[in-house]
T-cell receptor, first 114, second 114 residues
Framework: DADVTQTPRNRITKTGKRIMLECSQTKGHDRMYWYRQDPGLGLRLIYYSFDVKDINKGEISDGYSVSRQAQAKFSLSLESAIPNQTALYFC?????????????FGPGTRLTVL | QKEVEQNSGPLSVPEGAIASLNCTYSDRGSQSFFWYRQYSGKSPELIMSIYSNGDKEDGRFTAQLNKASQYVSLLIRDSQPSDSATYLC??????????????FGQGTTLQVKP
């Protein structure tokens, strides 16, 4: 079984709908991250969590919210989806070593907002 | 100014040649550097990390770091068609304070031609 799983893998929705993307991990890492990837813009950090009670905004958090239900689960919500949120979304886990984390990515969710 | 810069490519090399991928970064306090490989439509996969000036070798891959020049590179020896992918450079932010955050470059697309 994969260490980091994301559901759904693909989703098409309409403008204004609420969407939840889920991430689960069996790696035992405390830190979890949500990124989005757009062509030409690379990976951008949306939210990150160092433990269940510690959630932080990334560089592009507007329009998104997150929930860390347990060490192993980190969900991303789009409260009212809009077309420019169409992107590839990745969850990642992180293990701390020294000054930084080494991050491992899930398979991604391709979201299309019509 | 982008914090992590890569030439988007594509970089085209013949099979068996050395591919050289370059990355520059702006945060002088950065301590940790990573190279990820991403096949089209797939998630980023960690292939190398480097923390100290100099070279680090792992099989056909060599990462090179020069903190004074704020430059990190990845060499792929004996390039194979299966190495054709986008290579992402990632740099930690926050220096010795472990923010857990990485900034990614846009990636360089490598094409290895048989």
């Amino acid at each position: 079984d994969a260490d980091v799983t994301q559901t759904p893998r693909n989703r098409i929705t309409k403008t204004g709908k609420r969407i939840m993307l889920e991430c689960s991990q069996t790696k035992g890492h405390d830190r979890m991250y949500w990124y989005r990837q757009d062509p030409g813009l690379g990976l951008r950090l949306i939210y990150y969590s160092f433990d269940v009670k510690d959630i932080n905004k990334g560089e592009i958090s507007d329009g998104y919210s997150v929930s860390r239900q347990a060490q192993a689960k980190f969900s991303l919500s789009l409260e009212s989806a809009i077309p420019n949120q169409t992107a590839l979304y990745f969850c990642a886990t992180g293990i701390t070593w020294g000054y930084t984390d080494t991050q491992y990515f899930g398979p991604g969710t391709r979201l299309t907002v019509l | 100014q982008k914090e992590v810069e890569q030439n988007s490519g594509p970089l085209s090399v013949p099979e068996g040649a050395i591919a050289s991928l370059n990355c520059t970064y702006s945060d002088r306090g950065s301590q940790s550097f990573f190279w990820y490989r991403q096949y089209s439509g797939k998630s980023p996969e960690l292939i190398m990390s480097i923390y100290s000036n100099g070279d680090k070798e792992d099989g056909r891959f060599t990462a090179q770091l020069n903190k004074a020049s704020q430059y990190v590179s990845l060499l792929i020896r004996d390039s194979q068609p299966s190495d054709s992918a986008t290579y992402l450079c990632a740099v930690n932010v926050g220096g010795s304070s472990n923010t857990g955050k990485l900034i990614f470059g846009q990636g360089t697309t490598l094409q290895v031609k048989p």
